[in-house]
């Protein structure tokens, strides 16, 4: 558990890690530098780290986790598709603002299914860590079509998201993995940042 680690046992962690899960990492992390910047590149390198990531969760027992980088391979395909589609046309694909009561239902929804997530992985004991597992993951499948379409209270949900992943990898022992997901979360507010300008900017030469 979570009170029983160590600065020792995380740099342990780091120094068992595979090359398969630095790579995997790696190209997590410029998925995210590049979408900040609304740059289609960025697909590519979230289809190859999902593909990487779901064998090493599937094999660490994570279901939940392996299904949603399996989700992942196919949403990065679709938004490769979406944004290369818009940027070959006027009608670019704008980063657009949610609403509150959006905000509300997809949080309402997300929560109601998070929760019967959470419930069969208690039952059918297939989960170290059944809550996190689930809410993550329901969040993280319902974020990535927000993050498709460039809306921008998507970064918001990623801090939030990427922070319970935090906590979720070092309940199960990816200690590397929690550490680049810290980084994540970083990078998920400067990813908002990054779009509300470029937000203002599109707003300025309508």
């Known amino acids: ?44 390198f979230a289809f190859f780290s999902t593909i990487i990531y779901t064998v090493l969760f599937w094999e660490g027992q994570l279901p939940m986790q392996a299904l949603l980088n399996f989700y992942y391979i196919g949403m990065a395909v679709y938004g490769y598709w979406l944004w290369r589609k818009h940027g070959k046309t006027e009608d670019n694909l704008a980063i657009t603002s949610w609403s509150l009561s959006n905000n509300l239902i997809f949080i309402v929804i997300g929560l109601l299914i998070s929760a019967l997530a959470t419930y069969y992985l208690q039952v059918s ?33 990623w801090v ?28 998920a507010v400067a990813g908002y940042i990054s779009w509300l300008k470029l937000q203002k900017q599109q707003s300025s030469t309508l």
């Open 160 to 187: 939030v998201i990427d922070a319970a992943a935090v906590v979720l990898y070092m309940e199960t022992s990816y200690y590397a993995t929690a550490a680049l997901f810290v980084l994540n979360t970083i990078l």
């Open 1 to 44: 558990m979570m009170e029983n680690v160590t600065l020792n046992t995380i740099l342990t962690g780091f120094a068992q890690m595979s090359g398969w899960e630095i790579a995997a990492a790696l190209m997590g992390v410029a998925y995210i530098l590049l979408a900040a910047k609304e740059s289609q590149w960025c697909w590519p």
């Open 125 to 157: 004991e297939q989960s170290k860590s059944p809550a996190l597992d689930a809410y993550t993951t329901v969040f993280a499948v319902m974020n990535t079509w927000l993050m498709a379409k460039k809306i921008l209270q998507n970064w918001l949900y």
